[in-house]
């Protein structure tokens, strides 16, 4: 479910029967501006160990303005305070390269992540997808000539194909997300490696740290079975 908490009558009627009948190890998505206290020790008891929300970006007036978010920075600093009270990890989610994103806008939301905690910060690039509001006002705006019909151009890991400033340092920022989040002491070096055009080695420092920092601690799985999609993913994508 996009946003499991919404219903909150529904929700505690289903807690309490999951944790009485089920009580298997669970993760879920809500909204910063809904979590309360009350839900996040209901969903402790019942046997949710994280939770995922959306931060999208660490600047409040492109999360709203261009985003149409309309979640506050202190709603996000007051959720992430209520999930650690009650010893719920959490992840967020985050997209760089926005229409008329900056690097140091960008550089925001990886600080935002850094202050609140994150465990793992799940971060993409913007792609202007047809059928999008968005993808249109990118159109209208002149920052793509047409909007891609096959999504192999349009990769939200790899590069954007936005035409704007501070574009290229933003796709190589992308690519250290998980790093910094994790280290946070590594930001002042990385800030100065996006200046460098080291394309082969971000990649894969990307795929790398994805693989250590998300992809292990998300499934939960043994190294032999992360070893082995890792393959598949670098033998088939």
Same mark, same amino acid.
Do not use: F, Q, S
């Given at each position: 479910d996009d946003t499991f &908490?919404?219903?909150?009558? /529904?929700l505690y009627l289903f807690l309490e029967k999951y944790a @009485? !009948?089920? @009580?298997?190890?669970?993760?879920?998505? &809500?909204r910063a501006d809904l979590v309360t206290s009350e839900m996040a020790k209901a969903l402790k008891d019942a046997g949710c160990y994280r939770v995922s929300f *959306? &931060?999208?970006s660490g600047v409040e007036q492109i999360r709203n303005m261009v985003l149409g978010k309309r979640i506050l920075d202190e709603q996000i600093y007051k959720a992430a305070d209520i999930l650690k009270n009650a010893g719920l990890g959490f992840q967020t989610t985050n997209m760089m390269g926005l229409p008329g994103e900056r690097l140091e806008d960008a550089l925001s939301t990886l600080e935002m992540n850094i202050r609140i *905690?994150?465990?793992i910060a799940w971060t993409s690039l913007y792609q202007p997808y047809p059928g999008t509001e968005l993808g249109k006002k990118a159109f209208e705006d002149g920052l793509i000539e047409k909007l891609p019909d096959d999504e192999s151009l349009a990769d939200a890991h790899t590069a954007s194909i936005l035409d704007q400033p501070d574009i290229? !340092?933003? !796709? @190589?920022l992308q690519k250290f997300a998980y790093l910094v989040v994790k280290f946070p002491s590594t930001l002042p070096t990385i800030k100065k490696l996006v200046r460098r055009d080291h394309r082969r080695l971000y990649h /894969?420092?990307?795929r790398i740290s994805y693989l250590l920092f998300y992809f292990k601690k998300i499934t939960k799985m043994s190294w032999a079975r992360v070893i082995e999609e890792a393959y598949i993913a670098w033998k088939y994508y």
């Open positions: &908490v919404l219903n909150k009558e /529904w @009485r !009948e089920l @009580r298997l190890p669970m993760y879920c998505t &809500v *959306g &931060v999208e *905690g994150a465990d290229r !340092e933003i !796709e @190589r /894969w420092i990307h």
